[in-house]
T-cell receptor, first 118, second 112 residues
Framework: DGGITQSPKYLFRKEGQNVTLSCEQNLNHDAMYWYRQDPGQGLRLIYY???????QKGDIAEGYSVSREKKESFPLTVTSAQKNPTAFYLC?????????????????FGPGTRLTVL | SQELEQSPQSLIVQEGKNLTINCTSS?????LYWYKQKYGEGLIFLMM?????EEKSHEKITAKLDEKKQQSSLHITASQPSHAGIYLC????????????FGPGTSLSVIP
């Protein structure tokens, strides 16, 4: 079955450590996204990638880094520079960023990773 | 900045009752999406609305987008416990067409 996988489901980190969250998709989608979700808030975009070897900062990119070396994979690194990293992280993908008519294709989401900083 | 508002913030209904969730934008949108999320899980895509006045239905869930493309409603008929979860609207604003913004979500509980 096609879909998006994220690992691990739960992650604990000590202050000052970098951690990497995995996101893999087998939907043959070009675009991939990372969001952060905090209680009572909507999703906030961290980084997104429309194509391999290219990515753009979202609204809250500070303290995070990404890579897009393969179409299927879009790992997110939470660095020690991120002041408040405890949150629920969601990865998503879509067929492409936007269609020729300007319509944004719907995004498909992974199950999420809950990161807790101890 | 472009924001999406949702109302109500939370909702508790008895099984079998109808309910409506609203999503409002201060600016015109390219398109609007409805997602459902179980606590601690990813989002499940429900519907996408692109045209002003458009209405779509899936099983007992109906979503509408107003003519101005600034407001959408999600209506559930004869609610069931399986409808419980968080409903989020997402939209592509015409001011920043290259990314989707999300509302804060509406938490729905259905009491058997």
């Amino acid at each position: 079955d096609g879909g998006i996988t994220q690992s691990p489901k739960y992650l604990f980190r000590k202050e000052g450590q970098n951690v990497t969250l995995s996101c893999e998709q087998n939907l043959n989608h070009d675009a991939m996204y990372w969001y952060r979700q905090d209680p009572g808030q909507g999703l906030r975009l961290i980084y997104y990638s429309q194509i391999v070897n290219d990515f753009q900062k979202g609204d809250i990119a500070e303290g995070y880094s990404v890579s897009r070396e393969k179409k299927e994979s879009f790992p997110l690194t939470v660095t020690s520079a991120q002041k408040n990293p405890t949150a629920f992280y969601l990865c998503a993908s879509s067929k492409d960023g936007w269609g020729t008519s300007g319509i944004y294709n719907e995004q498909f989401f992974g199950p999420g990773t809950r990161l807790t900083v101890l | 900045s472009q924001e999406l508002e949702q109302s109500p913030q939370s909702l508790i209904v008895q099984e079998g009752k109808n309910l409506t969730i609203n999503c409002t934008s201060s600016k015109t949108l390219y398109g609007l999406y409805w997602y459902k999320q179980k606590y601690g899980e990813g989002l499940i895509f429900l519907m996408m609305l692109q045209k002003g006045g458009e209405e779509k239905s899936h099983e007992k869930i109906t979503a509408k987008l107003d003519e101005k493309k600034q407001q959408s409603s999600l209506h559930i008929t004869a609610s069931q416990p399986s409808h419980a979860g968080i409903y989020l609207c997402g939209a592509v604003p015409k001011t920043s067409y290259d990314k989707v913004i999300f509302g804060p979500g509406t938490s729905l509980s259905v009491i058997p």
